[in-house]
């Protein structure tokens, strides 16, 4: 997040500050307030004074942002001669814009003005309360947090602020009173057992700690936030299993923390939500992506791209979010449109492609992928879907460039490793097929894809110079033993059948039929039926994956119609 | 009494300065006689110049940078691009180049940015007056004592033809002797390949970079020369930042649309690198045999020490956003990341931090090290106090350090007593790496700068903000970067030189510390200095005063080794103990005050071993 700074405030010199001139430079203001426009009595009793406001440079800000400052200036001119609730309410809205930008510094006086003009209302005071928190000025923060609590005793988000405030600044000891409120308006919290946790951490009160955070995990048992405070107690008191059991399971700490744990602040939430720009959009886009609000994260890009419709990575995101929302036809245009506006964005020819090898449009899918890995020779991810995409189209050859290009750059890649073999199977050159099997095995020994595969190869290849029936066997017996698949029963059966046991191999044939049907894959019991009855008639198996065997089809389950119909080509 | 007994010593200090770097007899300390005492200084380039205030015991600095001769000003190469490195660097080294007892100082300088640029498209120039063409710059300290114990502090450009006129674009520096032949070479980060320069003795420098084999490639910022197998050869950590390239940049905005500088989570992070030295002039990359290349952050402060007392070094790593780490030694060429369960990797929330600079110092005088680091700002620096039992524990709110940080963004630091009361006190360099609004909406062309802080140890319980008394070098605001520590005119108070982005060096001369007893140390194992020794000054009353030798921390940049003991009201010492890397433990009783001794492993009166 951007931080813009209130304390470096520059005055005089450009490049000499006094200490503090922040501070002194908002005194002078304030005691200049009152010739300016801004203020001053209109008769009657007489008006508090008020800071002068003026909005910061918004050149570089994005025309939306301007607008909307823009036009809380406008309202702060035009409420002059209203009452001073409508003053403090365009004066507040002007703040709470300007905070939201981060304009930390421009919002001090609009907010201040507010609480001004509305001394008693709870409001304005707790967003001044934040802004100095958000400034770093937390003895200002704790100060206005206490006068947000004393206009509205029962706000439970400005007791644990302010607590929290405290604690930051090191005044562990002052916050018991208003821990007592906070336990008054809701007992039984995770929030205020949370911080009582935190401050027995403070005063090193390790027994008190565990005893309160424990309490947290029992009323929120997703409080991650608690783990790590909880972990530091534990290992205080010397339990050092404990402390890792929780350092395990910690997350989500920093400052406001207390959110994770269902502290609801809906004025701050307002302000979260107050600026539009295609910025703020797609942060709180990424926010909702975090959390898994595929829903949310599409409204918001598409917000963004509302503002900005030229931005071809905001589209390419917002195709993301809808895609992830389960609307993968919206994502369509979306995609097409970033690439018109931005031809070399190769990430969008890569989902494009991913979304078009989905919808079953093959031929598109591999011109998209063919695309992203001549702009980004170094994807691997780029390279293996192309190559799966040839080899599932009939390109077997012409893939297996991509798939080797695949292992070149990232070795760790191992579907391009077996999509290589199985691409070389496919072309009958059984031979090489066994060659990078093997090698694959000493680089992972037992890995039991590759097992599996060349006990198959061994057992079942045409091939005479390729088939070993006794390792073929020595493989599946070490396979069975760990992995009770079908997949691997049938392997152990071709293996007994390339060596003669034919009784055997129709015992473990019969088993992978059985367990598939009882799986309620009639269709796969029906495929290996095919071999059972060849051991019945005393033949070895000589075809080790059938030509429709879906590792012959690699990529994703296709969804025929969830794209629509292809375009003509 | 003070004053009496500083006028009988300090005339013999000119003529036994030199000797810093000279053998020691065995069995005893080589000392010096006291150089501090500068009572009458006062006209520009005398260093030590005290005012009234000073004898009110603040800590107060000024900076002498341009009436020492010291006239580097850093340029950071940008062109409105807000390309993510050009607000890194730099940092700079205090190191005795040339063997003559005093620091001579070197800056790492920038370029220009981007692909076809040039200066004509630098949006602030260099100086008109600035030597061009822009290359690291190396000076010369030719300190004068005299007589009478007043000093001149004058620096001499020794750039050219030193070997160190390097004309790539830096970021910072760690310094060590690596062939043990006496003289300290140094490293020297960057993006792109690091550089070895070795110490040629007589002011020059070779790049030796491909014979070594530790021209690591990716962006490195903080790094340290560290004996960490006890084969006496130092050995090295580099500490890199992201995966970046510059010509793959993408803009990076503000919530409201403003271009900005990018975040660090806007790259990847990019793994460090641990150097084993073979003792011939080469290095062998053992990343990965040390078990350090699979867990990584953006580093950008690096600190060794031994911190579980086993007389193995142990290395301490600051990142920028992620988790920083702990790697403890395990004594057999591998170490094991114990950062989270000693509590040194986030704050006291379970937090990640933005940790930029790093230092490690008993500031509370329990005979054990405590780290500070410093951050982002809306973080606060952050102090961890170690409990003994290798466990830390995040209490920078309760010793006030935490709070008055939070507006700012700190680089270079180092726990430093600068006021010699005897308890160590804390120097934050800082300088935001995002724009802050309020400078940007008054105009200005490089709107990051802050003014730096200080702050005064209370006695082992906290700390008080005394920034506003430093000085008026204080109320400077720069974009502060590297800072390094040290003695730099031999006075008996540790001085710092704070390197600016995009702005000048400032040498912040510390007016106030050698007013009261203190002893200079130097700390020699084999021919060079032992970096990770530990020193404990014992007095007639009060704590064992632990300090170490070090040149790393802080943030890119390499500091004196030499330790200054300040005595706070004692008078004397009674003793001094060295735990020495590998585990010997020696005693010195002779060490006489306000003055340098060189203490050598191996002459001192072996030890029953152990801190008190």
Request: include cysteine.
């Amino acid at each position: 997040m951007r931080v813009r700074l209130l304390r470096a405030i520059a005055t005089g010199h450009p490049n000499l500050i006094g200490h503090g001139a922040g501070r002194f430079a908002l005194g002078v203001l304030m005691a200049a307030a009152c010739t300016l426009p801004a203020c001053g009595p209109r008769g009657g009793t007489r008006a508090p004074d008020l800071l002068p406001v003026a909005l910061p440079d918004l050149d570089g800000a994005h025309a939306s942002v301007r607008t909307q400052m823009q036009a809380a200036q406008a309202a702060v001119a035009a409420a002059r001669d209203g009452s001073p609730a409508e003053r403090a309410a365009a004066y507040g809205r002007l703040g709470l814009l300007l905070m939201a930008g981060e304009y930390l510094e421009a919002a001090e006086p609009s907010l201040a003005n507010a609480v001004r003009l509305l001394p008693d209302e709870f409001r304005w005071t707790y967003y001044l309360a934040h802004l100095y928190r958000q400034q770093g000025d937390l003895a200002q923060a704790a100060d206005y947090f206490e006068r947000a609590h004393d206009r509205r005793p029962d706000d439970f988000p400005a007791l644990v602020w302010l607590v929290s405030t405290l604690l930051r600044l090191g005044q562990p000891e002052a916050v018991e009173p208003w821990l007592a409120q906070a336990r008054a308006l809701r007992p039984g919290s995770a929030v205020v057992r949370f911080q009582e946790g935190r401050t027995a951490v403070a005063t090193r009160d390790y027994a008190g700690a565990v005893e309160h955070l424990t309490a947290v995990l029992r009323l929120d048992p997703n409080a991650s936030v608690a783990h790590y405070p909880l972990a530091m107690a534990y290992r205080a008191l010397g339990d050092l299993e404990a402390a890792g059991y929780h350092l395990d399971r910690a997350g989500g700490g920093g400052e406001g923390g207390e959110g994770s744990l269902g502290l609801s602040d809906p004025l701050m939430a307002d302000v979260a939500t107050l600026l539009r720009s295609p910025q703020a959009h797609r942060g709180r886009a990424l926010e909702a992506d975090a959390v898994g609000d595929w829903p949310e994260a599409a409204r918001q890009f598409q917000m963004a791209v509302e503002l900005a419709p030229d931005d071809a990575v905001l589209r390419l995101s917002l195709a993301i979010a809808h895609d992830r929302a389960g609307n993968p036809r919206a994502a369509l245009p979306e995609l097409e449109a970033a690439l018109r506006l931005d031809t070399e964005l190769t990430q969008a020819h890569y989902v494009l492609g991913t979304l078009l090898e989905r919808g079953g449009r093959d031929d598109e899918a591999i011109d998209r992928f063919t695309v992203a890995v001549a702009q980004d020779p170094q994807s691997a991810e780029a390279q293996l879907r192309l190559a799966n995409a040839l080899r599932r189209t009939g390109r077997v050859e012409d893939s297996l460039v991509p798939y080797r290009r695949a292992q070149e750059i990232d070795a760790g890649v191992e579907e391009a490793r077996f999509g290589e073999v199985m691409g070389l199977v496919r072309l009958g050159r059984h031979g090489e097929a066994r060659a990078r099997l093997e090698a694959a095995l000493r680089r992972r020994a037992g890995h039991p894809l590759f097992a599996t595969a060349l006990a198959r190869l061994l057992a079942a290849s045409p091939d005479a110079r390729v088939r070993d029936g006794r390792r073929a066997f020595q493989l599946a017996e070490a396979l069975v033993a760990e992995h009770k698949t079908t997949d691997v029963a049938e392997t152990m059966a071709m293996a007994l059948a390339e060596l003669g046991e034919f009784r055997g191999a129709m015992e473990w044939q019969q088993l992978a039929v059985d367990v598939a049907n009882d799986a309620g894959r009639p269709d796969l019991a029906a495929r290996m039926s095919d071999n059972l009855a060849r051991y019945r008639r005393g033949e070895p198996c000589r075809t080790p994956w059938r030509d429709d065997a879906p590792e012959h089809r690699p990529g994703p389950v296709v969804e025929p119609g969830l794209l629509g119909p292809a375009p003509e080509r | 009494m003070l004053s009496t007994v500083r006028g009988l010593r300090s005339g013999l200090a000119a003529a036994v300065l030199p000797l810093l770097a000279g053998a020691v007899a065995c069995g005893s300390a080589e000392s010096v006689p006291p150089v501090s005492g500068a009572d009458g200084g006062g006209p520009a380039g005398d260093a030590a110049a005290p005012s009234a205030a000073d004898s009110a015991g603040r800590i107060r600095f000024t900076d002498r940078a341009r009436e020492a001769g010291i006239d580097f000003e850093h340029f950071n190469g940008m062109s409105g691009e807000f390309y993510f490195s050009e607000i890194m660097g730099p940092g700079a080294a205090l190191f005795d180049m040339d063997g003559d007892g005093d620091l001579d100082a070197y800056f790492i300088q920038g370029q220009m940015l981007g692909p076809g640029r040039t200066l004509d498209d630098a949006l602030t120039p260099p100086a008109p007056d600035a030597p061009l063409p822009l290359t690291d710059r190396l000076y010369r300290n030719d300190l004068e004592v005299r007589a009478d114990g007043s000093r001149t502090l004058r620096f001499t450009d020794v750039t050219a033809g030193s070997g160190l006129d390097v004309r790539s674009y830096g970021m910072g520096v760690a310094a060590g002797d690596f062939d043990n032949d006496g003289r300290v070479d140094l490293y020297r980060t960057r993006i792109g390949a690091n550089q070895l320069f070795r110490n040629n003795g007589d002011g020059t420098f070779t790049d030796v970079t491909e014979r070594s084999g530790a021209g690591d490639g990716r962006w490195g910022v903080s790094a340290s020369f560290v004996d960490v197998d006890g084969d006496g050869w130092l050995d090295l950590y580099v500490g890199n930042y992201v995966d970046y390239d510059l010509e793959d940049e993408s803009p990076c905005f503000a919530v409201t649309g403003e271009r900005d500088y990018c975040a660090p989570k806007s790259y990847p992070a990019a793994p460090d690198r641990l150097y084993r030295n073979n003792g011939d002039g080469t290095f062998a990359d053992v990343t990965a045999a040390a078990g350090i290349g699979g867990r990584y952050g953006p580093a950008l402060g690096v600190l060794t020490a031994d911190f579980n007392a086993d007389g193995w070094m142990d290395v301490y790593v600051a990142n920028d956003g992620e988790p920083n780490q702990l790697w403890v030694n395990r004594r057999d060429g591998t170490f094991e990341d114990r950062a989270l369960l000693a509590g040194v990797a986030l704050d006291f929330t379970g937090g990640v931090e933005a940790s930029m600079g790093v230092d490690a110092g008993d500031f509370d005088a329990d005979g054990d090290d405590d780290l500070f680091m410093t951050h982002v700002s809306a973080e606060t620096n952050t102090l961890y106090v170690n409990a003994g039992d290798g466990f830390f524990e995040d209490r920078s709110a309760m010793t006030g350090l935490g709070a008055p940080s939070l507006p700012y963004t700190g680089f270079g630091t180092a726990w430093v007593d600068f006021d010699n009361d005897g308890w160590l006190d804390l120097l934050a360099v800082n300088g935001h790496v995002q724009v802050i609004e309020g400078l940007a909406q008054a105009g200005d062309p490089f709107p990051l700068h802050q003014p730096n802080q200080v702050f005064r140890n209370r006695g082992g319980g906290g700390f008080d903000d005394v920034t506003g008394e430093a000085g008026p070098v204080f109320e400077l605001s720069e974009v502060g970067r590297g800072a390094a520590f040290g003695d730099v005119d031999n006075d008996g108070d540790v001085d710092v030189l704070v390197v600016n982005n995009n702005g000048p060096a400032r040498l912040l001369i510390n007016d106030s510390g050698h007013r009261k007893r203190w002893v200079g140390l130097r700390l020699v194992g084999g021919r060079r200095d032992a970096l990770g020794a530990r020193v404990g000054v014992s007095r007639e009353s009060g704590p064992v005063l632990w300090r170490r030798a070090r040149a790393d921390g802080s943030y890119a940049s390499a500091n004196d080794p030499r330790v200054v003991v300040g005595l706070g009201t004692a008078d004397a010492v009674t003793r001094v103990r060295v735990e020495w890397p590998g585990g010997r433990v020696e005693d010195w009783t002779d060490v006489p005050v306000d003055g340098w001794t060189t203490l050598t492993e191996g002459t001192g009166r072996p030890a029953g071993g152990g801190s008190e």
